[in-house]
């Protein structure tokens, strides 16, 4: 296993049995050193330097009824927001402030925010912040929204596959919704020119290992720019309430890989992770992340940003405790970056 390891840090690209042995492999010693060499690799390439992100939710209505999401449109209980461009504008001017040079702007698809709305608000980020990166995280659009809202000054691009194979697609999304409209969507963003990230969730209901191997072989492929990939953690209101979270490790594990595979990538250490364990975002970025996405929505909102249970949006994982994730980075050898951290550039380091 260990040259096996070698060997794909070498190259990159392993086969499909042989990534199904290193999801499979249970030896310790071996899995440590997968992260080792993940952790030598991402250092090699950055540095000690973590890149951090202000998450502004934007609006948590979706028209769809994604059965592992809580703010599905089937969820009746939770209360809805959508903040207006103002308070947009204002979480990016805090952000500003307190040091981000990319902001995420996230949100469910929703057809009251028109594709002129967002196109207006990237637009009016860029012209006051022209110094900053501008990534979205808005769901499925035709070709011409992701065109306009990429000439209006949005630069990157998240839209999570999810699964890369089709049943599994089938048990976790309702059949109004489309496997090969979602990987159009991925194909057109990195077409358009967006740095484009996907990723999944890790123990979603029904994945299987040889699930994993499909979407370890597509993102392969595919060449993201951004890996995000976190656990599977179960909401209370939806279909998926009983389903146990997802592993921890196997998801350090799959981060570890994705490292080795594609060392330029910025591959975050997701929330979800945080929120399963209290050292989840070190542990991320000592298996091989190195991306931080801090929430700086309005505080008054955050909790009705529900996609799972218990959700971590404060403390380290808020803008506003920027001081305390330092200080966590930092207790394990790491620093914030306050570059806007893209892709190219990192990739010509
Ligand atoms: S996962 Fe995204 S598209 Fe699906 S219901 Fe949740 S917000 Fe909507």
Redesign the pocket.
């Known amino acids: 296993m260990i040259q096996l390891i070698d060997k794909f840090r070498r190259e990159h690209r392993l086969t499909a049995g042989e990534y199904k042995q290193l999801l499979l492999c249970r030896d310790a010693d071996t899995l440590e050193y997968l992260r080792m060499q993940a952790q030598e690799v991402t250092f090699g390439r950055f540095g000690n330097e973590v890149f951090i992100r202000g998450l502004i939710e934007i609006g948590n209505q ?1 028209h ?3 059965y592992y ?1 809580g ?2 449109i089937g969820n009746r209980s939770l209360p809805r927001y959508e903040l207006s461009r103002e308070m947009i504008l204002d979480c990016c001017r805090e952000g500003y402030r307190l040091g981000f040079r990319t902001f995420v702007l996230q949100g ?2 929703s057809s009251s925010m028109t594709n002129e709305w967002i196109e207006e608000i990237v637009s009016a980020i860029h012209g006051e912040f022209p110094d900053c990166a501008i990534t979205l995280s808005l ?1 499925e659009k035709f070709r011409d929204a992701y065109e306009r809202f990429f000439r209006a000054g949005a630069n990157r691009y998240l839209l999570r596959h999810e699964t890369y194979n089709k049943e599994h697609y089938r048990l976790l999304h309702p059949a109004v919704m489309s496997y090969d409209k979602r990987l159009q969507c991925l194909y057109r963003l990195k077409k358009i020119g967006y740095q484009t990230g996907t990723g999944m969730m890790v123990g979603s209901p029904g994945q299987t290992v040889d699930h994993l191997v499909e979407d370890v072989l597509f993102i392969e492929q595919f060449r993201p720019e951004m890996i995000g990939i976190g656990p599977f953690i179960p909401h209370h209101d939806t279909p998926f309430a009983s389903y146990p979270a997802g592993s921890v490790e196997m998801t350090l594990r799959l981060l570890s890989i994705f490292r080795l595979m594609h060392p330029a990538a910025l591959i975050p250490a997701t929330t979800a992770l945080a929120t399963l364990v209290a050292d989840g975002r070190e542990r991320g970025i000592q298996a091989g992340a190195n991306v931080v996405m801090p929430n700086l929505s309005p505080t008054e909102q955050r909790e009705k940003y529900s ?1 799972y249970d218990n959700k971590a949006s404060f403390g380290a994982e808020a803008a506003e405790g920027l001081r305390q994730l330092a200080e966590r980075l930092n207790a394990i050898g790491y620093k914030i970056s306050n570059s806007r951290g893209d892709y190219e550039a990192a990739r010509n380091e």
Do not use: H, M, S, V
């Open positions: 979706c769809n009824n994604c999401c703010i599905r469910g698809e769901g996609l």
